[in-house]
């Protein structure tokens, strides 16, 4: 059975930080490596955005609005990814969640169930 597990998400102040973390399960990454892994969020009445994604080989990408704030990270061996976010803004307020893709031979696209993420004083 697959599964992605989100986990860290919460209410925080401006300013302040969270860190999300995302654990894949299944024999499926076990066998096929997970080229991607990514963050995404949405907000309700808005398309879900990709926020910040890494590749097996550790090349990052960001959403423009979180450059410098935020940083991913993964465990290969683990099949982990975690968001460190900073310096939050109010217009991070979103639901959170993680992606789990590979594109080539056995392709796969799995998502977590969603961490809400709230920031307001």
């Known amino acids: 059975q697959v599964q992605l597990v989100e986990s860290g998400g919460g209410l925080v102040q401006p300013g302040g930080s969270l860190r999300l973390s995302c654990a894949a399960s299944?024999?499926?990454?076990?066998?096929?490596?997970?080229?991607?892994m990514g963050w995404y969020r949405q907000v309700p009445g808005k398309q879900r955005e990709l926020v910040a994604g890494?590749?097996?080989?550790?090349?990052?990408n960001y959403a423009d609005s979180v450059k410098g704030r935020f940083t991913i990270s993964r465990d290969n061996a683990k099949n982990t990814a975690s968001l460190q976010m900073n310096s939050l803004k109010p217009e991070d307020t979103a639901v959170y969640y993680c992606?789990?893709?590979?594109?080539?031979?056995?392709?796969?696209?799995?998502w977590g169930q969603g961490t809400q993420v709230t920031v307001s004083s």
């Open positions: 992606n789990a893709r590979r594109d080539t031979l056995v392709a796969y696209d799995y």
């Open positions: 299944g024999s499926i990454f076990s066998s096929y490596r997970i080229d991607f």
């Open positions: 890494i590749s097996s080989g550790g090349r990052t």
